[in-house]
């Protein structure tokens, strides 16, 4: 395997996971950010942990701020494209429910399944400056289709005062707490999902709701290209 | 007003909130910690923003992680003392699901009128280690109350499967969250002790459980040496 971006050649064999020089210094600085914190890792470490001089980092990121950018972004990528393209579906034939528990599911999967932890990383006062906008602007736009699709999926006469989806939004984000405490079961999305569609005042559909969101999660995921 | 410590006679008037110098130290450092983050802040900065030396702070915390060892620790403080109380009240006249009603919202409020975030500073890497321990396990005994009222406040044949009261416990610490992102409302306690009694399949007594969660909160608060 060699690399596919600029810079000198490395003196080692890559021992980290990704195809390009870009995503192992990813994979080491998601490492390091999540296990010594941000403010402690320096770029040199982090040159250091993939096996490349401090000076080729340079070629594929200008600053530390610039990898926790794409660090963060890379975090709700996935699901906002799945959220855009399950919004297209709930026009159609699928109710806004079992939509917004594919949606869920999906995300919790996602956060509980990534190789590092990098939603702890959210609330970092370093992480709100504006070049973070990006992040924060696809976040704000994740939240608002729970949102909306929170308002549809309640029940008339049941479910939580105030904003439904957004309680749904914030309980699939706890799973990153609940990650960062050690106590992630493999069954931990699907709970906070089904919590969530509870929430709405759907808790007596969940058996049918389940099953239809497994097949939309299949069918959506399938097709998007970021997969 | 003067400080009731040791240490040298301060500069200043203080200007912070706190009867001590230990308190204002404690408020400086909050302050710092969750604007500036952990790291970047050093105990000569805090002495600064209180109007001390450096020496003077040293009298009353030996390192910065004393320190956040004490603000982590007066995040769970009150709540778990609460907890402790209520949970005796749930062994007589109030049922389970008042009772965890009582402690999401006394919890959630907690969470969301400190003067600080300090949740916010739960998952840092640097507040691992074993001098954080006491915080730590007051929070895992916080958490398991919630886990063992779940159970009991959870109706027969409705409500989430797994661990409904550790959903409940994480929508309330969620508030953390809501709250960095600018977003929490006076109302959004309530709502989150609300949505966890939803999640337990009391949605339908929720107008009773209100009511009598009030008084408890009430009850229990006024009788809180810890107050």
């Given at each position: 395997?060699?690399?596919?971006?600029?810079?000198?050649?490395?003196?080692?064999?890559?021992?980290?996971?990704?195809?390009?020089?870009?995503?192992?210094?990813?994979?080491?600085?998601?490492?390091?950010?999540?296990?010594?914190?941000?403010?402690?890792?320096?770029?040199?470490?982090?040159?250091?942990?993939?096996g490349?001089?401090?000076?080729?980092?340079?070629?594929?990121?200008?600053?530390?701020?610039?990898?926790?950018?794409?660090?963060?972004?890379?975090?709700?990528?996935?699901?906002?494209?799945?959220?855009?393209?399950?919004?297209?579906?709930?026009?159609?034939?699928?109710?806004?429910?079992?939509?917004?528990?594919?949606?869920?599911?999906?995300?919790?999967?996602?956060?509980?399944?990534?190789?590092?932890n990098?939603?702890?990383?959210?609330h970092?006062?370093?992480?709100?400056?504006?070049?973070?906008?990006q992040?924060?602007?696809?976040?704000?736009?994740?939240?608002?289709?729970?949102?909306?699709?929170?308002?549809?999926?309640?029940?008339?006469?049941?479910?939580?005062?105030?904003?439904?989806?957004?309680?749904?939004?914030?309980?699939?984000?706890?799973?990153?707490?609940?990650?960062?405490?050690g106590?992630?079961?493999?069954?931990?999305?699907?709970?906070?999902a089904?919590?969530?569609?509870?929430?709405?005042?759907?808790?007596?559909?969940?058996?049918?709701?389940?099953?239809?969101?497994?097949?939309?999660?299949?069918?959506?995921?399938?097709?998007?290209?970021?997969?």
């Amino acid at each position: 395997m060699t690399s596919a971006g600029p810079g000198r050649p490395r003196n080692q064999q890559p021992s980290r996971p990704g195809a390009t020089a870009r995503e192992e210094i990813l994979d080491a600085a998601a490492e390091l950010f999540t296990t010594q914190g941000f403010a402690n890792t320096s770029t040199r470490s982090i040159a250091d942990a993939v096996g490349m001089r401090q000076s080729s980092l340079y070629h594929h990121f200008k600053t530390k701020d610039d990898i926790l950018k794409d660090l963060l972004e890379s975090t709700v990528a996935a699901s906002l494209s799945f959220a855009k393209a399950v919004s297209g579906v709930s026009s159609g034939s699928a109710s806004a429910e079992v939509v917004l528990h594919a949606l869920a599911l999906y995300d919790g999967t996602q956060l509980c399944s990534s190789r590092w932890n990098l939603g702890i990383l959210y609330h970092l006062p370093e992480a709100r400056g504006g070049q973070y906008e990006q992040f924060l602007a696809s976040r704000r736009e994740l939240r608002a289709i729970y949102g909306t699709l929170g308002v549809l999926a309640s029940a008339p006469s049941a479910g939580a005062a105030g904003n439904p989806g957004d309680l749904v939004f914030r309980l699939i984000e706890s799973l990153v707490n609940l990650r960062a405490d050690g106590l992630v079961l493999p069954s931990s999305p699907l709970e906070a999902a089904d919590a969530g569609l509870i929430i709405c005042g759907r808790g007596n559909e969940l058996p049918a709701i389940r099953t239809q969101s497994a097949l939309i999660i299949e069918r959506v995921s399938g097709g998007l290209e970021d997969f």
